[in-house]
Nanobody, 121 residues
Framework: VQLQASGGGLVQAGDSLRLSCAASGRTFLKYRMGWFRRAPGKEREFVASINKSGGSTYYAESVKGRFTISRDKANANLTLTLQMNSLQPDDTAVYYC?????????????WGQGTQVTVSS
């Protein structure tokens, strides 16, 4: 079971980035997927999630309207995406993708290794 996040980088305020998470080793079509982030000196926080079918999404208030989560379910090896627009310095963090076997709730079973996003002012 592997989740591999990629796409992070250094950008300026107002720029966009697209994060991807490749999932393999299981049929992740059956998993709710999410993005989390951890800023320096802070606790990990929820960013966005998407249900198994891709028909329902949920966002943290701080990113609502700027970030979009989506999933490609063309095959069993899922690709999860987080489109981040209008990035701000407060968005600077390590971003993690995660998979949950539960339809609801804060518990996630599998985690990727994280990708660094740095937004300069």
């Amino acid at each position: 079971v592997q989740l591999q996040a990629s796409g992070g980088g250094l950008v300026q305020a107002g720029d966009s980035l697209r994060l991807s998470c490749a999932a393999s080793g299981r049929t992740f079509l059956k998993y709710r997927m999410g993005w989390f982030r951890r800023a320096p000196g802070k606790e990990r926080e929820f960013v966005a999630s998407i249900n198994k079918s891709g028909g329902s999404t949920y966002y943290a208030e701080s990113v609502k309207g700027r970030f979009t989560i989506s999933r490609d379910k063309a095959n069993a090896n899922l690709t999860l995406t987080l489109q981040m627009n209008s990035l701000q310095p407060d968005d600077t963090a390590v971003y993690y993708c995660a998979a949950s076997g539960r339809d609801y709730g804060p518990l996630y079973d599998y985690w990727g290794q994280g990708t660094q996003v740095t937004v300069s002012s």
